[in-house]
């Protein structure tokens, strides 16, 4: 039970991940932001193989682990970046509060639906990568207008019934997808170091890595669709 217990608290510790980087936003210190964001990343990623192992939901099952994990990401992945697109101005100021609204509301509804997350391990609908769309955002320096089109895509697709892949859990194609997120990861690390002067060719080379997911998960979608 204590083991259990331990791989709560480890998932818990998100909030004060968020916390601490929700201070360094006030403070405007992205970088120091996205750094406590990209740990409580390594630590969402890690967490479910603890409580697999630690089989919390057998030795806790009155404690809802399901739903300290959904807090957590909802801070981390959508609170904490719709802060940033409101302190860094990223969007024209009229807009601010139409297109963080947008983040909120749209995966407030992506969170709580019941096909959220499929039996075979699918998102359903853009699955509230925030933190990755506002850091591209932030170190692309795009105008105003280009950043909140795009936010406002991305709200949109949280509601089109697109699966897209869980990378650590769906079972085709994992392997690859892990092994080419560890220089995507490497990369975004190094541009967050580097924050404001990021290397351009760095900056779309890394964009590889997310086309080649979102085309995988249309690739799948559809070839799941058509059987």
């Given at each position: 039970?204590?083991?259990?217990?331990?791989?709560?608290?480890?998932?818990?510790?998100?909030?004060?991940?968020?916390?601490?980087?929700?201070r360094?936003?006030?403070?405007?210190?992205y970088?120091?932001?996205?750094?406590?964001?990209?740990?409580?990343?390594?630590?969402?990623?890690?967490d479910?193989?603890?409580?697999?192992?630690?089989?919390?939901?057998?030795?806790?099952?009155?404690?809802?682990?399901?739903?300290?994990?959904d807090?957590v990401?909802?801070?981390?992945?959508?609170?904490?970046?719709a802060?940033?697109?409101?302190?860094?101005?990223?969007?024209?100021e009229?807009?601010?509060?139409?297109?963080?609204?947008?983040?909120?509301?749209?995966?407030?509804?992506?969170?709580?639906?019941?096909?959220?997350?499929?039996?075979?391990?699918?998102?359903?609908?853009?699955?509230?990568?925030?933190?990755?769309?506002?850091?591209?955002?932030?170190v692309?320096?795009?105008?105003?207008?280009?950043?909140?089109?795009?936010?406002?895509?991305?709200?949109?697709?949280?509601?089109?019934?697109?699966?897209?892949?869980?990378?650590?859990?769906?079972?085709?194609?994992?392997?690859?997808t892990?092994?080419?997120?560890?220089?995507?990861t490497?990369?975004?690390?190094?541009m967050?170091?580097?924050y404001?002067?990021?290397?351009?060719?760095?900056?779309?080379?890394s964009?590889?890595?997310?086309?080649?997911?979102?085309?995988?998960?249309?690739f799948?979608?559809?070839?799941i669709?058509?059987?």
């Amino acid at each position: 039970m204590i083991a259990a217990w331990l791989v709560h608290a480890y998932t818990a510790t998100g909030a004060i991940l968020a916390f601490l980087a929700m201070r360094a936003v006030v403070l405007e210190d992205y970088r120091t932001a996205f750094f406590w964001l990209a740990l409580q990343v390594f630590v969402d990623a890690t967490d479910g193989t603890l409580a697999r192992r630690a089989r919390v939901s057998q030795r806790l099952p009155w404690f809802n682990g399901t739903k300290l994990d959904d807090i957590v990401d909802y801070l981390t992945y959508v609170f904490v970046p719709a802060v940033i697109v409101w302190r860094a101005a990223l969007v024209p100021e009229p807009w601010t509060l139409i297109v963080a609204s947008a983040l909120l509301l749209s995966s407030a509804y992506g969170f709580n639906t019941a096909t959220a997350k499929t039996s075979d391990h699918f998102f359903t609908g853009f699955p509230s990568y925030w933190n990755i769309v506002v850091f591209y955002l932030l170190v692309a320096g795009f105008s105003g207008v280009t950043n909140a089109a795009i936010l406002i895509a991305f709200a949109i697709l949280v509601f089109v019934p697109i699966r897209y892949i869980y990378p650590s859990r769906t079972v085709t194609w994992r392997a690859p997808t892990m092994i080419l997120g560890i220089p995507w990861t490497a990369s975004l690390l190094v541009m967050m170091w580097s924050y404001p002067a990021v290397s351009r060719s760095l900056l779309w080379a890394s964009l590889l890595y997310p086309a080649y997911y979102f085309a995988l998960s249309l690739f799948l979608h559809f070839r799941i669709r058509a059987k």
